[in-house]
C-alpha cells in the first residue's frame, strides 16, 4: 500500500520531456489523476480501479497538507503549459483543473477546515454510506468491504482529534444549527447487526465464486466487526459530542465571529459561485429577486381564487389533503411524478444518459434534520445507479404540490441528467467524476424547476404556487446566508425571512436555515448558476431569432459537464456562432 502511495506521490513531483504542451497537458492530466484516485480509494474502487480495494481516506490534517501540497505543485506543472499552444478544449481542460487545484490550495490555509461536519454531512454519515458507492459482486468485493469497516477506528480517531483540537481554537458549530444532531450518530447504531445499514450487502444474493460455508464465515464476521468495532466507534463520537462539544457550542451563527471568518466567508462565496461577486452584491441581487417572485406567487393565488398570495399559502401549508398519509404513499408519488419527467425529455433534450436512477428514502438518523431531498450519483463503472432520496420523516410537512419541481431538480431533468449524462461525456477522467462546481450543477437543476412550465408539469396552480416557493426559496438564499454570514443576521431573522416569502414549511425552513449556518456559502450556487444559464438562453434566443433550437441549447450546455460561469459563457457564445453559419 504505502508503496503504490509513494508511486502516486512521486509522479506529481516529476515533469517528463515531451514533445509539445499538448503531451506536456496530456501528462500532467494522467498524473494528477492516477494521484486523485490514491488519495480517495473509495471513490477509486467505485470507478473501477481496484488497486486500493482495501484502503479507506486519511481524515488527519497531515495527509490534508500533504495533498495541499500536491495539489500546488501540479498547479506550478499546468501553468508552465502555455495557453497559446493550446487548443480551445485542451484551455478549458487546463483552466478548470487549474480552479479545483487552486480552491483546494487556498482552503487548506483557514483554520475552518478542521470543522468537519455541517448539518447536511459529517464523516460518520460518510462512511454509514460506504456500501452504496461500492460494487459487490465477488468475494473480492466482500472481502475489501469487511477490510474498510475494521479500518474506521482510526478514520473516527482522527477526525475526533481534529474536532477537539478545533473546538479548543474556535472552530465550532453554533449552538443554534445543532438541535437534534446527535441522532445523525447514534442513529447509525442499529438494534441487531443485521438490521445495520452496514450489514446490507450482505443482505443479498450470495456470489457465485462464494460457497454456501464461505457465505456463512462472511456474513459472522460483519456481524462481528459492527458488534465490536463500528458500534463502539459511533458510540465513541456520541458520547463525545453530547458530553463535550454540544455543551461548547458556538452562540454566534455568522461565519464573520470565526478566525478569519470573513475572509474565509468570502474565499467560501467566490468557490460556490465561481464569481468575483461580494457578498453585498449578491444579497442585492437575492432582495430583487424576491420582490419579483412575490409578484408572480400574488398573480398566481388570485387565479387559484385567493385574496392574497398570504391566504393561499396559509392553505397550502395547512389543508391536510395536500399531505401524504404514509411514507409509502410519499414515495409511490414521487417515483410517479419522476417517470411522468422521464416521458418528456426527448422533446426538450438531443442527448440523454443511458445510467437510470432510484428512489430511495433518506436514512431515518438524518431525516428528520435535513432536507427534504437529494441526489446521489451512480457509477457506470461499477455498475451503480444514480438514487432520488425522498425525506420521509414528519409527513405533515411534506406536501405533495411540491413534488413536480423536487422532482424536477433533483432527479429529471437537474441532477440525475446533468451528472449522468456527465459521466458519459468524451472529457478527462477527472472532468466527468471528480469535478461538481455548485454554481453549474444546482444552477442547472434549478434552471430545470423553470423548464418544467415549458414541460407542462405544474398543471394545477398549487403545483405552481410549489414552483414559485422552490424559487423563492433559493432566491431567499441569497439573502439569509450572506444575511447570517456577512451582515449580522440572527438564525431567528433568517427564520423570520423565509416563513414571510416562501411557502416551506415549518420544518424545511428550520433544517434549512441550519444548513445555512452551518454550511457557509454552499446555498448560494443555485440561484447564480440558474440566472446566468436564462441569462445565456435568451442571449442564444434573441441572437438565433427562429433558428434557435432549445434541445440544442441544452445540449450545449451540458455538452462540457460541469464547467465555472464564464467558462459557460464563453461555450454558449461560440455555441451561438456555430448555430448562426
Not at 445495520?196 to 450487502?201: L, Q, V, W
Not at 429529471?412 to 462546481?437: D, M, N, S, T, W
Request: charged share 25%.
Amino acid at each position: 500500500m504505502k508503496c503504490l502511495i509513494a508511486a502516486a506521490l512521486l509522479v506529481v513531483a516529476t515533469t517528463p520531456a515531451s514533445a509539445s504542451p499538448t503531451d506536456d497537458l496530456a501528462t500532467v492530466i494522467a498524473d494528477h489523476w492516477a494521484w486523485y484516485l490514491s488519495v480517495n480509494p473509495e471513490q477509486a474502487t467505485s470507478l473501477g480501479e481496484r488497486r486500493y480495494d482495501a484502503q479507506i481516506s486519511d481524515l488527519s490534517l497531515a495527509e490534508a497538507d500533504r495533498e495541499a501540497a500536491a495539489a500546488k505543485r501540479f498547479l506550478e506543472r499546468l501553468r508552465a503549459i502555455p495557453d497559446t499552444a493550446l487548443s480551445p478544449a485542451e484551455q478549458v481542460n487546463k483552466g478548470v483543473l487549474a480552479r479545483v487545484l487552486g480552491g483546494q490550495v487556498e482552503g487548506n490555509s483557514f483554520g475552518e477546515r478542521q470543522m468537519l461536519f455541517t448539518t447536511y454531512y459529517g464523516w460518520h454519515q460518510g462512511f454509514a454510506e460506504l456500501a452504496s458507492n461500492l460494487p459487490f459482486r465477488a468475494r473480492v468485493d466482500y472481502e475489501s468491504y469487511l477490510a474498510r469497516l475494521a479500518q474506521y477506528p482510526r478514520q473516527n480517531g482522527a477526525a475526533l482529534k481534529i474536532t477537539r483540537d478545533a473546538v479548543a481554537q474556535g472552530y465550532v458549530q453554533p449552538c443554534d444549527a445543532l438541535a437534534g444532531y446527535e441522532k445523525t450518530i447514534i442513529g447509525v447504531i442499529a438494534e441487531s447487526p443485521e438490521q445495520s445499514r452496514f450489514y446490507a450487502p450482505f443482505l443479498g444474493t450470495r456470489p457465485v465464486d462464494v460457497n454456501a460455508a464461505d457465505w456463512a464465515a462472511l456474513q459472522a464476521r460483519a456481524k462481528a466487526l459492527i458488534t465490536d468495532v463500528l458500534n463502539p466507534e459511533y458510540r465513541k463520537f456520541y458520547d463525545y459530542y453530547v458530553q463535550d462539544y454540544a455543551p461548547k457550542c458556538r452562540k454566534t451563527v455568522g461565519a464573520s465571529a470565526l478566525p478569519d471568518g470573513a475572509a474565509w466567508y468570502a474565499f467560501r462565496v467566490r468557490q460556490m459561485t465561481t464569481t468575483d461577486k461580494t457578498p453585498d452584491e449578491i444579497h442585492k441581487i437575492g432582495l430583487s429577486e424576491v420582490a419579483r417572485i412575490r409578484t408572480e406567487m400574488a398573480d398566481v393565488a388570485k387565479q387559484a381564487g385567493f385574496a392574497s398570495r398570504e391566504a393561499f399559502i396559509a392553505e397550502l401549508r395547512t389543508n391536510p389533503k395536500y399531505y401524504p398519509k404514509s411514507a409509502e404513499e410519499l414515495l409511490q408519488v414521487s417515483a410517479l411524478e419522476a417517470k411522468r419527467h422521464d416521458g418528456l425529455l426527448p422533446k426538450y433534450f438531443g442527448r440523454l444518459p443511458r445510467l437510470p436512477y432510484g428512489i430511495k428514502p433518506i436514512p431515518a438518523e438524518t431525516a428528520e434534520g435535513t432536507t427534504t431531498a437529494y441526489y446521489s450519483g451512480g457509477s457506470p463503472p461499477a455498475g451503480i445507479a444514480g438514487n432520488y432520496f425522498v425525506n420521509t420523516s414528519k409527513l405533515n410537512q411534506r406536501p405533495l404540490w411540491e413534488l413536480p419541481a423536487l422532482t424536477a431538480h433533483e432527479a429529471v431533468p437537474g441532477h440525475h441528467l446533468q451528472i449522468a449524462l456527465q459521466q458519459e461525456l468524451p472529457l478527462p477522467e477527472f472532468r466527468k467524476y471528480a469535478v461538481g462546481f455548485t454554481a453549474f450543477v444546482e444552477g442547472w437543476a434549478l434552471y430545470t424547476e423553470r423548464l418544467g412550465i415549458e414541460m407542462g408539469i405544474y398543471d394545477t396552480p398549487e403545483k405552481q404556487m410549489g414552483r414559485l416557493s422552490y424559487e423563492m426559496w433559493r432566491a431567499c438564499r441569497l439573502v439569509v446566508d450572506t444575511g447570517i454570514h456577512a451582515k449580522g443576521w440572527t438564525k431567528a431573522q433568517a427564520v423570520a425571512f423565509m416563513k414571510d416569502n416562501t411557502a416551506l414549511t415549518d420544518a424545511n425552513i428550520d433544517a434549512e436555515v441550519n444548513r445555512y449556518i452551518s454550511w457557509p456559502g454552499q446555498a448560494l450556487g443555485y440561484k447564480i448558476g440558474e440566472l446566468k444559464i436564462r441569462e445565456l438562453r435568451a442571449r442564444a434566443e434573441q441572437a438565433l431569432g427562429a433558428r434557435f433550437d432549445l434541445r440544442g441549447f441544452h445540449d450545449a450546455v451540458l455538452g462540457q459537464g460541469a464547467v465555472p460561469l464564464d467558462v459557460l459563457d464563453a461555450q454558449i457564445n461560440a455555441w451561438i456562432t456555430s448555430q448562426k453559419r
